[in-house]
Structure formats: structure tokens, C-alpha cells
């Protein structure tokens, strides 16, 4: 079988090269491809070496998997061409998500809704942290959800890592650090990701439609301000749901024991980014609380971004999707 990673050398596509060895598809053959600046540089990983080349058209001839870990527009223009050319394809950007007859799916919630398609969409690294905690509480019934996402700097990529690293040692001398829409400035906690649309950062709204077409919650009903945090790795979300309950806490525990992929921590036990780097697989929940008379019902959620949130959830996709 013939793999091709677009963005293989990008923050997500590096996590699949170094996981992919240990998958059901360690076999495969790699194809791994990137702008012209990186053409000819050579990646490494477990099963060895690999010449990167560009992502041009034509690039996926005979090419049965793709991986694509770029930006939109290189999406939208070159995950067409390698289903044209035959490929089955997992598209980590949010150029297909929302779009009809396309799945959106964080493996192990909504594996069903994979089918027969040929191309699956990876939700957003904070919808999938969200989906794999709510998923087990619908059966509650929630009406409302209220959410403060805390996302790491790897959520924007490689450039606004290397932007943290050369801020951060002016940032510690106490001058400004400099602040873009894309890349969050050094040692500070800035609630806007992303474009502004109305009230709502772009970021936002991924997670209110995405969680909306994943779990078939109401997307009406769901508020989140995303807030980026000088974290390198490790998106944290403050859930607060309002079910038509009542519930009590030792019946959110037994259903939250239902989801493999989630780390439940016990009272007493504060979950921290540092979590994320600690269990890269899992959803690591904590601070449950039940409130209102069995009313509400509020978690901590952390999970590495780019593992479970990105590279792991594309990976878990396409071994359905092609063994
Ligand atoms: N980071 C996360 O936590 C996360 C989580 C879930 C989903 N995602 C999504 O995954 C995608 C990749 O994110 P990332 O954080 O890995 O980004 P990244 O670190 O910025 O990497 C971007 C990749 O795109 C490649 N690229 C840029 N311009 C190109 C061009 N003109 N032609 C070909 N390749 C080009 C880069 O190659 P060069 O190195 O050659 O420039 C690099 O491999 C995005 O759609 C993002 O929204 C990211």
C-alpha cells in the first residue's frame, strides 16, 4: 500500500510520521510531501528514511492512501485531485467538515458515520477533546453547553511555536510581546482565535457546528470562548452542561467509564496541560462536579492537540478506512 502525507513536515504531519511505524499500516509505502522550500529534505522516522517532495498536480498517482495536514486552501485544491487519482483520503483542515455528505468523525464516538465514503474529515483538535467527554453524557439529556477553551500554541501550527520562542525571552525582560491573529504572543492569555465574524471567532464556531454534526447536539445551544494560552502542547476545556437530568456525580462517572479513550481522574485530582504530554492518546477528565440539584454538570477536559486531537484521530480513520 502507498501512504502520501501532505504537510509531512508540519507540527501534525510530524506526529503521524512518528506514530504511523507503530499502526496497522507500518507496511506501507511513504510518500511525503511539502512546499518547494522543503523539496529533497530528508525525514526520519522508525521505518526509515524518506525524501520529502513538492505537493504538486499529479503527485498522487497510484497513491491509495492521503494524508492531508495543510492549510485550507491546499486542501481544497489538492484533496479533489488525489480522489480523482484513485486515493482514499483523511483531510485534517476544515475545508470539508461542514460539507454535506462528507463524514466528521473522532474515532471511537461516531465510527458509523464513515460508510462507504472515500474521504473523511478530522474535526478541529478542541472539538475532538469536547466530543470524546460529551459523547457518554448525552444520555442525560443536554440542552445547553457552556464552554472556556484554553488551546495551546501548537493548535496554530509551526510558525506561531517558532513566534512563541523568538517573543518569549523579550516577553520575560517584561516588554510587549508582539500579538498576531494567527500566532498568540509570548506569555500572555488572549481570548481570540482566529477571525472575528458578529460575536464569534471563527474558532469558536468550529467547535459549536462540529460538535453539533458529531454528537447531533444543537448547535444553537452551544457557547464557547476559545482563549490562547502560552502552552506549547495541551488544549484544556471548562465544560458546563445543562441536562434535563437529574443526575448525580456517581452516574456521570459510570458513563464517562464507558469511553476507553478517556482518563478519568478522581476527586482531589487536578488535571493539568501537563497532562496531555504525559497520556498523548487519551482525553484526561477532571473536576466533575454535579450542580443544581442534578441540573448541571461541569468537567475539565485536556488532551494533546496534536496526538488524540489531530495526527492519532486521523490515523485511528484511516485504518477503517482502508483495512
Ligand atoms: N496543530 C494542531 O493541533 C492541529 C490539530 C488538528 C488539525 N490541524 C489542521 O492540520 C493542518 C496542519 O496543521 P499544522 O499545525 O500541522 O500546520 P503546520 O505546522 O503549519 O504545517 C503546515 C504544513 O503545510 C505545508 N505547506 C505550507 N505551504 C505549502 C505549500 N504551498 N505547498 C505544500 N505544502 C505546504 C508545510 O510545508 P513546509 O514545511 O514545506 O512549509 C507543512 O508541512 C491544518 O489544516 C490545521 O488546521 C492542526
Known sequence: MKIAIAGATGLTGEVLLSILPKSRLSDAELVLLASS???GKVLENEAGTHQIQELRDGCFEDVDLAF????????????????EAGAKVVDKSNAFRLEEGVPLVVAGVNDDDIGSARLVANPNCTTIGFAHAVAPLRQFGIEEVVAASYQSLSGAGRESVNHFWAEAG?????EPSAYSESAAAALQVIPAIDQL????????TKLRLESAKILGLDAERIYNTAVRVPVLVGHCIAIHLRVSGPVDESRVRAALAGNPTLLV?????????FHAIQYPNRVIVGRIRVRDGGGCIELFTVSDNLHIGAALNGLLIAEQLVL
Open 170 to 174: 523579550k516577553a520575560l525582560q517584561g
Open 68 to 83: 492531508f495536514a495543510v492549510g485550507d486552501a491546499l486542501s481544497a485544491e489538492f484533496v479533489p485531485q488525489a480522489l
Open 265 to 273: 481522574l478522581q476527586t482531589g485530582e487536578t488535571p493539568t496541560s
Open 197 to 204: 465574524i458578529g460575536d464569534e471567532h471563527k474558532e469558536e
Open 37 to 39: 522550500s522543503s523539496a
